[in-house]
């Protein structure tokens, strides 16, 4: 096995190790790191490099990242990361940003999925469509 | 001005307005056209992929972290970050009657300046063969236009039929010689307004070849006036690896289109070493694991979903055929290569070219011994059975006696006789590049030789006496190629008609 590989196979048990039903627990994340700070592994760095973009991702799982244009009310936002959750099966927890280079509309993200309703992707959309 | 003004309105009316909904990832790593991608958690094998300006590529390792994906054409404007989309759909390219007589690239995309290509419909680069129950077996004959082939080792509607060879002896002649002849046969046909002809379209697909060498026979095959009974299929040397991945596949499903809508079409895949080549060099990029001359696992697989896409079909299925000219290219004459071995176990017959033949001066150098047509006899006119029948034999003993002759001078009657014809019918198969001969006046000279005529010629005078009987049957009896081209079968009339007009011919040639 090669060492990238092993690297790879102990940051995951490190994940497995933060999840507490079916959540990342930041607790739990709290104490993988403090172990590890403990009983530095090999590689240290590039174990923690790779338990952080596992993290990373699980983070991005659980998070929707609202960017819009002027302004959004509380109750929208609310409404979005109702029905995400829905959707994904899982809690969605919604970040907003603002982002005047939008122009207007909104742009959810979640992991790899985008929703995006901004009068900017409309406009990009024509001009693909026009070249 | 206002319409254009019209269409832009109609283009806004037509973009949603609601969310969008899309699959992203990010370009971690981009280089020789492979990109790594972290994200695309819904993207399929083989998927098309959007990348920043107009770009597109195709996922082709799905791996647990990462997407590693081909980027077809030019990738010097993507970066790291990158953000790339699912498309949800497989690389397609344009097909159809409009495409006869163009030049594309591996997208299907014009590259000869005449303007944009018309077409409506599209079809999958990737796609699976057609199977047992929608096949019907090779039993139309598709004549090459060079005797050694029609006679000796016959190629039929639907067939594979591997041309290989070392560099320089003729390969590419040979399929080109193959397409030209169709245009000459289609242009005989709709002329006759015969309504049970059916015409074939060709299609060349030059893969990882000189630009020069395609402006070359795409020259050739506008002055022999066969371009527009062609497509060709342009992924030259100087275009990505991927594209010379693509380009073959881009080629059969422009041929499928032809073999779905009951027309038959012949495909030349010139040539599938270098697209092995260039398969090897992507899988070595995306870290695939390398077997047998660092090729990956899966090369047989990559020529055998692309010839077997070639095909007869049957009625409810087509009733069109897809007739594949694989071209490879060997090294020194080893068939036993990797990639030679490979292609010459998926195809139906194979035409071997030798260098020692070539430099002798045998042009087309076809080595009789080693060529096979595994599927072309059924499909062989029955006209040329009857006056080659046995020539494939009486060659392949001449090379055999031949190369005993050598070792002494006292050879019996019959061995001397052997070699002599051997040596006639050797003469007889030499033909220039680029001209294909029809089947009905190879069937004129092969009685003529069955029939002894050209016994008492000097062997040095069989070529010249060769095309002096084709130019006078050609000439003075017009009606009698006609009715061997009709008939396609030698009867007693027509026994008796030829050979009055060899009777005839005889005092002419001096």
């Known amino acids: ?131 | 001005m206002s319409s254009v003004i019209e269409q832009i309105e109609q283009q806004i009316a037509n973009l949603q307005t609601k969310a969008v909904a899309s699959n992203t990832g990010k370009i971690l790593k981009i280089g020789d056209g492979v990109a790594k991608i972290d994200g695309l958690s819904e993207v399929m094998y083989n998927e098309m992929i959007a990348f920043p300006g107009g770009t597109i590529g195709i996922a082709l390792n799905l791996e647990e972290d990462e997407v590693g994906a081909v980027v077809l054409g030019e990738s010097n404007h993507l970066k790291q970050g990158d953000e790339v989309k699912c498309t949800g759909t497989l690389l397609s390219v344009p097909v159809g009657n409009g495409l006869l007589g163009r030049v594309v690239d591996a997208l299907g995309q014009p590259v000869d300046g005449k303007g944009a290509i018309e077409s409506t419909e599209t079809y999958p680069v990737e796609r699976i063969a057609p199977g047992i129950i929608e096949r019907k077996s090779v039993d139309q004959p598709l004549m090459t236009g060079i005797q050694a082939i029609d006679s000796m080792i016959p190629i039929g509607r639907g067939q594979r039929e591997l041309i290989i060879g070392d560099r320089g002896t003729g390969k590419t002649t040979i399929a080109i010689d193959t397409i030209i002849n169709q245009a000459n046969i289609n242009k005989v046909g709709i002329a006759s307004g015969d309504p049970d002809f059916r015409p074939v379209y060709s299609i060349y697909v030059a893969i990882g070849q000189k630009n020069s060498n395609v402006a070359r026979t795409l020259g050739v095959l506008e002055e022999k006036g066969a371009l527009e009974y062609t497509i060709i299929v342009s992924a030259p040397a100087a275009d990505a690896a991927a594209n010379q991945y693509i380009a073959p596949y881009t080629g059969a499903a422009i041929g499928e289109w032809f073999m779905a809508n009951g027309m038959d079409a012949l495909i030349v895949y010139d040539d599938l070493s270098k697209h092995a080549a260039a398969y090897r060099q992507m899988s070595l990029i995306l870290k695939r694991p390398s077997g047998r001359e660092a090729y990956p696992g899966d090369v047989f697989y990559l020529h055998s979903r692309l010839l077997e896409r070639s095909a007869r079909v049957s009625k409810d299925h087509g009733n069109g055929s897809l007739t594949a000219l694989p071209i490879i290219e060997t090294l020194a004459g080893d068939l036993a290569a990797y990639i030679p071995t490979n292609v010459i176990s998926i195809t139906d017959g194979q035409i071997f070219l030798e260098t020692d033949l070539f430099n002798q001066g045998i042009r087309p150098a076809v080595s009789v011994g080693l060529s096979v047509s595994r599927v072309g006899s059924a499909a062989q006119q029955k006209a040329t059975k009857q006056v080659a029948g046995k020539i494939k034999l009486e060659l392949a003993q001449f090379r055999e006696l031949a190369a005993f002759a050598q070792f002494g001078s006292d050879l019996d009657a019959k061995t001397k006789a052997q070699l002599d014809r051997g040596a006639r019918i050797v003469e007889l198969f030499k033909q220039p590049a680029f001209n294909p001969i029809p089947i009905e006046q190879q069937v004129g000279v092969l009685w003529a030789m069955q029939n002894n005529v050209f016994d008492d010629i000097d062997v040095s005078k069989m070529v010249a006496a060769a095309n002096s009987l084709r130019d006078f049957l050609s000439s003075r009896k017009e009606a009698l190629l006609t009715s061997i081209r009709e008939k396609a079968k030698i009867d007693d009339d027509l026994t008796a008609q030829l050979k009055a007009a060899v009777e005839e011919w005889k005092p002419t040639f001096a």
């Open chain 1, 1 to 131: 096995m090669t060492q990238n590989k092993q690297i790879k196979q102990f940051a995951k048990q490190l994940l497995k190790m933060s999840v507490e039903g079916g959540d990342l627990s930041a607790d739990r994340v709290d104490g993988v790191l403090k172990a590890l700070d403990k009983n530095p592994p090999r590689h240290h760095i590039a174990v923690l490099k790779a338990y952080l973009k596992l993290v990373e991702r699980e983070v991005a799982k659980s998070t929707a990242i609202i960017s819009h244009a002027g302004v959004i009310g509380a109750r929208s936002v609310e409404l979005i990361s109702k029905q995400l959750s829905a959707k994904y099966g899982r809690s969605i927890v919604p970040i907003t940003r603002e982002d005047p280079s939008l122009i207007a509309g909104l742009r959810v993200v979640v992991d790899c999925d985008v929703y995006d309703s901004s009068i900017s992707n409309v406009l990009s959309t024509l001009e693909s469509s026009l070249s």
